[in-house]
């Protein structure tokens, strides 16, 4: 279906805008536990997007437990970036432009996900927010799929894990929409080493404001 839909000729352009979570939308302390052989690692959100899949692999057993909740949430590096696409959905005809948060979390993450989005001024549809439970691309590309079947054929997906980003990029290729993926990655503060750069050719103390 999602095919035939992508290949119609006189289709209604219908627009999706997915980001991810952790470390796309939001920084969280919330932590990922894996266990194996009565071994237990502690992981951060950014810890498993680089390793989660080779632990996976492994035979290690993710829990994600702790992610039911938004541990002292902050800003990620696109939040600004969903915010300033909600307004502009908000000009445009209604359903024009859908956005959605899309993570690993477990379904029971979606309601803490979305007073975290409220209290940063981004509020979407409850029903918008999916926890798949689950770390796989594939698991995130179906969601893809799925939502390109019920008619959405304008996808711009983000998300800081790179298999995530290329398992996306792969399914939207194959159908033929329009898309555009983005791997997240959480911008470097540079203020510190710059103020030590100034100090050390000025004597200007690093700590200094002006």
């Not at 997007?49 to 996976?56: S, T």
């Not at 979606?110 to 999916?130: C, R, S, T």
Request: no cysteine.
């Amino acid at each position: 279906k999602a095919f035939r839909l992508a290949n119609e000729r006189n289709k209604t352009i219908k627009k999706a805008r997915v980001f991810d979570f952790d470390d796309t939308i939001a920084k969280s302390k919330s932590k990922v536990f894996a266990e194996r052989d009565g071994k237990r690692k502690t992981l951060t959100a950014e810890d498993f997007a680089k390793q989660g899949e080779k632990l996976i692999s492994e035979g290690w057993k993710m829990d994600f437990t702790d992610f039911n909740k938004v541990v002292e949430g902050k800003k990620g590096p696109l939040a600004d970036l969903a915010l300033k696409r909600l307004i502009k959905t908000m000009k445009e005809a209604p359903g024009d432009r859908d956005i959605f948060i899309l993570t690993a979390r477990a379904p029971e993450s979606q309601k803490a996900i979305y007073e975290f989005m409220k209290a940063m001024g981004v509020e979407i549809p409850l029903e918008n927010i999916k926890g798949l439970g689950r770390s796989e691309g594939k698991a995130k590309a179906d969601w893809i799929v799925d939502k390109a079947s019920e008619g959405y054929n304008d996808f711009y997906f983000a998300d800081d894990a790179k298999s995530n980003v290329k398992a996306i990029r792969d399914v939207l290729e194959q159908l033929d929409v329009k898309s555009q993926v983005q791997q997240a990655f959480a911008s470097k503060d540079l203020s510190r080493d710059f103020n030590d750069i100034i100090e050390q050719s000025t004597g200007i103390g690093a700590e200094k404001i002006f």
